[in-house]
């Protein structure tokens, strides 16, 4: 039994990839920094679960590598990008004060769970078997200009555009179940027929009427 329990893991590991870094936790921001009942660590709760339960060792998750500065300077306005930088323009994205935000940790934050939406869309790419999970990442109010919401960098946006560079001409569908609007992505791809957007929400962030927001 045990060697049959290996041999099917190895089969779902080749198949399934998880990606989380301790990083994603974001420990450079005050815990009253976001909504009520969303846990900064919520993605270290899932691979503890999944660990406890047997279903995934921790050593088989997948870390990652930050975002590429030059994936993001693609994306995102460069000034925008160094404005982020500075304590108050940062903290304004998470309704805080300046004082209040550790700027390396955030960013590396971000940056990081970025780049773990990259590599998961990377690996799946590689074969039509393979469903790929980032337990971070997710930052659909970055537009290029600008971040709010709790978004600096948008991962899915920047992954689009280094996935295109690399030769990848596929047709992409974003799905955000979000209760608010994914405007930086309805923005972003408003004008690309190959990149269809749903966002299914309850808060209208831009009127931006990309290709299907409801």
């Known amino acids: 039994r045990v060697r049959d329990w290996g041999s099917a893991r190895l089969r779902l590991l080749h198949r ?14 005050p815990v009253g920094a976001r909504l009520p009942n969303v846990e900064l660590d919520r993605g270290r709760r899932i691979v503890d679960y999944l660990d406890g339960e047997g279903l995934l060792f921790e050593r088989d998750v997948r870390k990652g590598a930050p975002m590429p500065m030059d994936a993001l300077t693609a994306f995102h306005d460069l000034s925008y990008l160094e404005r982020v930088t500075w304590p108050d323009k940062l903290a304004s994205i998470f309704g805080l004060h300046g004082a209040d935000v550790d700027v390396d940790t955030i960013l590396r934050a971000q940056r990081r769970a970025a780049g773990g939406t990259l590599s998961a869309a990377t690996w799946a790419l590689e074969s039509t078997e393979r469903r790929a999970f980032n337990l971070g990442g997710g930052f659909h109010h970055a537009e290029r200009e600008s971040g709010s919401g ?5 991962d899915v946006g920047a992954s689009i555009d280094r996935l295109r560079r690399d030769g990848f001409d596929g047709r992409i569908a974003i799905v955000d179940l979000d209760y608010h609007q994914g405007n930086g992505n309805s923005v972003a791809f408003a004008d690309d027929a190959s990149v269809f957007t ?3 929400h309850g808060a209208v962030w831009t009127q931006s009427e990309s290709q299907n927001n409801l």
């Open 198 to 200: 749903y966002s299914l």
């Open 16 to 29: 399934v990839g998880l990606w989380y870094h301790a990083d994603y936790d974001a420990r450079g921001l």
């Open 150 to 154: 709790f978004c600096i960098y948008n």
